[in-house]
């Protein structure tokens, strides 16, 4: 591996940063109204800090030293991406920052959960085990694991805002014995050895700047013997960089969701290998012949809806619910009751569920390589 070159962690400026921009919108049950509550001056840094790297670039014009940037400045990135972008999600898709299969008539968001369940099937979790979340979000997921296999877990998060919120819906639960999350930069885990029982990553490590890296303190924080599963969104062996429309698609994605540099599959295999794992199992779930494709409700699809349930997530992702939330951002900004950026934030999520479609439809990039690896006993 390649040697990387990692960002110093400063724990107290990023605290007073999320103290500022965020206030007390981290206890705003209403994730639209958390959107209105941010402080305009550190919204607008945090989006020209993210947007640097994206603004008045082409796919085209794309460098190896535009890549090398943003992995040098992964974790501002990913930080200030999340700073932006997490209320969105919560508004328009879920607790949970992830895709998943759909079985017939299967609601949205029980779609979700069994995604999470059949990863702890496959990882073999159980009651008592002590399981790290890499990149644990707003504690959806964690929360669902930890009802469903009766284990208690931490989650490791660099984003602040993401760690208070998690933290207030695993206390609204009634699971703050069961649930933590903590601050960290998953490239240099603060965690002592052979910690855990059991790691997962659901579509978090794709922020790493690199996969042998960041699988590698995953293998360190592990106790020997223990269990690491993972949902890695990587780019197909179809994918060529030298074909102009797959890097655009690359690219969009990359840009709406906070990655630095997107791998290949054999990449990912390669790198859970060098990390000195045991591979024990891995696909590409998004091959399965599912009745409905993991990205039907991006694509603003009402033909695989299965409950009406889901018709607001949809319709939120179709062109005319996307147009009105253009249109309605850009209003509240005008009136200055939304801040700076909002409606740039969202515009360039926007961009990135098309790409995301485009990749699936296009069988380049897959959100659900799931690999699950075991550290050797020792």
Known sequence: MSPISLETEDHLRDADFNKIMHGKSAEEKNSFLAILKKDTVSQKAAVDEYFRHWDDRK???????????????????????????????????????????????????QAIARHEHYLALKMGLRDGMKVLDVGCGVGGPAREIAKFAGVDITGLNNNDYQIERATSYAAKEGMSDRLRFVKGDFMQMSF?????????????????????????????????????????????????????????????IEQGDGISNMVKITEALEAIKAAGFELEYHEDLATRPDVAPWYYPLA???????????????????????????????????????????????????????????????????????????????
């Open 59 to 109: 796919a085209s014009d794309e460098t190896q030293q535009d890549r090398d940037d943003r992995k040098a400045q992964y974790a501002t990135l990913t930080r200030h991406y999340y700073n932006l972008a997490t209320d969105l999600y919560e508004y328009g898709w879920a607790q949970s920052f992830h895709f998943c299969r759909f079985a017939p008539r299967e609601p949205f968001l």
């Open 192 to 252: 002592p050895e052979n910690t855990f029982d059991a790691v997962y990553a659901i579509e978090a490590t794709v922020h790493a700047p690199s996969l042998e890296g960041v699988y590698s303190q995953i293998f360190r924080a592990l106790r020997p013997g223990g269990v690491f599963g993972v949902y890695e969104w990587l780019m197909c062996e179809k994918y060529d960089n030298n074909n102009p429309r797959h890097r655009e698609i690359r690219i969009g």
């Open 300 to 378: 603003g699809d009402f033909k695989h809806m299965s409950s009406l349930g889901d018709f607001f997530t949809i319709l939120r992702m179709t062109k005319i619910g996307r147009g009105l939330i253009h249109r309605l951002l850009g209003s509240l900004e005008m009136i200055k009751l939304a801040p700076h950026g909002t409606q740039k934030t969202a515009d360039s999520l926007a961009w990135a569920a098309d790409s995301l479609v485009a990749g699936g439809k296009e069988g380049l990039f897959t959100p659900m390589y799931l690999m699950v690896a075991r550290k050797p006993p020792s």
